[in-house]
C-alpha cells in the first residue's frame, strides 16, 4: 500500500525505504518534487522560489535504533 504523500513515519532500518527520506532538514528543488511543496510548502525552510526543506527531525528526538522519515511519493491526501 502505498503511503500518503507527506507521511511522517518511524523505521527501524539503517536506510531510506524506497520513496521516503530521512527527516534531516534536506533542502529541496520545487520543480523536482512539486506535489510535496504544495502540501508542505517553506514550513521547514528554502525560499519559497526554487527550494523547501524537509522537517528536521534530531537523532535524539527518535526513539533508539529508529528514525523519522517523509513520504515523497505517494497518494496524493484528499481534503473531503
Not at 518511524?10 to 528543488?29: D, I, K, R, S, V
Amino acid at each position: 500500500m502505498d503511503p500518503l504523500l507527506g507521511d511522517i513515519e518511524l523505521f527501524p532500518y539503517g536506510f531510506a525505504p524506497a520513496y521516503w527520506m530521512e527527516c534531516a532538514g534536506q533542502t529541496l528543488n520545487i520543480n523536482q518534487n512539486q506535489a510535496l511543496y504544495t502540501l508542505i510548502g517553506t514550513t521547514f525552510g528554502g525560499n519559497g522560489t526554487t527550494t523547501f526543506m524537509l522537517p528536521n527531525i534530531p537523532e535524539d528526538k527518535c526513539p533508539y535504533g529508529m528514525r523519522y522519515y517523509i513520504a515523497i511519493q505517494g497518494i496524493y491526501p484528499s481534503r473531503s
